[in-house]
């Protein structure tokens, strides 16, 4: 091992951002490579939440001071496990810190889940939150949709369908996403989950968020609030458990409902067959009401109720994908690993990789279990560096040898500079678009999609007066 640390990072999420930032702190002697297969950084902050999340500003505020200081070096627009392997980093890095996150939807079998306008929640996401590797079309032509699941993607995905489109014009969102937004008709957005108010995944702030839309109502029914043994303990321990049944109280307390657009929040209701017409379409959902077991947990009552909705959007949970050269556990869509120490199929430990964030634990918990957990496989990884376990295996080790490859193979990788120039350029068409209607202000930014236009601005490819084309294709590859 050379004398100083090299780490390669792989993602630039919070996972990946707050592993690297641990890392640097850490008193060792370090450099990290900060790996991103877009070309910009900030993961599931920047593509996996709504444009109006409610702390989503500050969540990237954090993660730019970070980067900011320069001590840890983005590498991005570069897919690890096509652009460059799995092995060609552990010759040039001590050790490897796999942090990618989950990218797709956990599977949900039940008859019907394979309709066409029934949709996995990660697709929806990447499509409103201009992803620049998805589609830039979504059909929005129903008018009653069936939204599965009690996280806050479900209340990401349910908000903005009911949301009004010129109340989003003030965040990011592309004009693509604006413009399709705008002639949704949509009136009545029905979120189902198949356990009680205890057990419900919201955050409290997002919950309390949801009522304060224009012209939206939220309404939750009172028959839907029952609690056993297992949920008033589940209520004792938790104060946001307490916050978030609070705020659904006060929801079925409002009897006088006369916005345009309705947002149904259902509990004990677990999805059970997803019926088309004649055509092959959508027509309803068929639920199956649940009852408490005692413990928290629910079985069904064998009582049915059939939703009329012509699109159903799932948002049950994320699934990890698996990396090229790694071993995956495909059952629970992680790298298999021992608290942050990769493992092969028989628990043997992969010597200098090493997991955080979803791809090591899954997808649960928000911004400060991610921190605590990098915070565990950065002290492994510290660990094995003072025990002399942390070897590269070839000879030109570091950051100028990766890039040397990569700019070698023809790869336009990106850095943090060249973020920054894609930063101010999507902060200067917020500018120039001026004020939005109604008097709700400017816009802070207009988020580029094209990977193309957003390689180009990053590597400063663009001529003075250009007209770029700034959604693009998702056909286009780095």
Not at 11 to 35: M, R, T
Not at 285 to 305: A, F, I, M, P, W
Not at 315 to 334: C, M, N, Q, R, T
Request: negative net charge; aromatic residues 6%.
């Amino acid at each position: 091992m050379s004398e100083r640390l090299n780490v390669a990072v792989i993602g630039a999420g919070p996972a990946g951002i707050y592993a690297s930032d641990i890392l640097s702190k850490s008193g060792e002697d370090v450099s990290i490579d900060l790996f991103e297969r877009l070309p910009a950084p900030y993961g599931l902050v920047r593509y996996g939440v709504a444009p109006d999340h409610p702390r989503i500003k500050q969540i990237i505020d954090a993660l730019y001071k970070i980067l900011q200081r320069g001590d840890i070096k983005l590498l991005a627009n570069v897919n690890v496990g096509k652009d460059v392997s799995i092995a060609e980093l552990q010759e040039r890095y001590d050790a490897i810190v796999i942090a990618t996150g989950s990218d797709r939807d956990y599977p949900l079998n039940i008859p019907g889940v394979d309709l066409p306008q029934s949709y996995g929640a990660a697709d929806f996401v990447h499509w409103y939150d201009g992803h620049p590797d998805h589609s830039r079309d979504w059909t929005l032509d129903a008018k009653e949709v069936a939204v599965l699941g009690v996280g806050n993607v479900a209340l990401d995905i349910a908000r903005v369908l009911a949301k009004h489109a010129d109340d989003m014009l003030v965040t990011e969102i592309p004009d693509n996403v604006y413009q399709a937004l705008k002639a949704n008709p949509i009136e009545t957005v029905h979120v189902f989950g198949r356990r009680g108010p205890a057990q419900v995944k919201f955050s409290p702030l997002e919950l309390r968020e949801l009522g304060k839309q224009n012209d939206v109502d939220v309404i939750v029914d009172q028959a839907d609030f029952d609690f056993d043994e297992g949920s008033q303990k589940a209520l004792k321990a938790s104060n946001q458990a307490r916050q978030v049944v609070k705020t659904l109280t006060n929801y079925a307390m409002v009897e006088d409902h006369q916005a345009s657009r309705r947002i149904h929040i259902h509990l004990f209701e677990s999805p059970v067959e997803i019926l088309a017409d004649e055509d092959g379409n959508v027509r309803a959902l068929v639920t199956e009401r649940t009852q408490l077991n005692g413990d928290g947990s629910v079985s069904g009552t064998g009582k049915t109720t059939e939703w009329p909705v012509q699109a159903v959007y799932r948002a049950v949970g994320y699934f990890s994908s698996p990396i090229e050269g790694l071993p995956f556990d495909e059952k629970h869509g992680i790298v298999p690993n021992a608290e942050g120490r990769v493992t092969t199929e028989r628990g043997e430990i992969v010597p200098g990789v090493y997991a955080t964030g979803w791809i090591k634990r899954g997808p649960v918990g928000l911004i400060g279990s991610t921190k605590s957990d990098a915070q565990q496989t950065i002290g492994h990884l510290v660990e094995d560096a003072q025990a002399g376990k942390l070897h590269a295996s070839g000879r030109e080790v570091g950051h100028a040898a990766m890039e040397h490859l990569l700019t070698e193979r023809g790869i336009r990788f990106t850095t943090w500079q060249g973020w920054e120039l894609l930063n101010q350029y999507e902060q200067t068409l917020g500018q120039a678009f001026g004020e939005v209607p109604g008097g709700r202000g400017g816009r802070e930014r207009i988020k580029v999609v094209s990977r193309e236009a957003m390689t180009r601005i990053s590597r400063d490819e663009i001529s003075e007066g250009e007209d770029l084309d700034l959604i693009g294709s998702p056909e286009e590859t780095n």
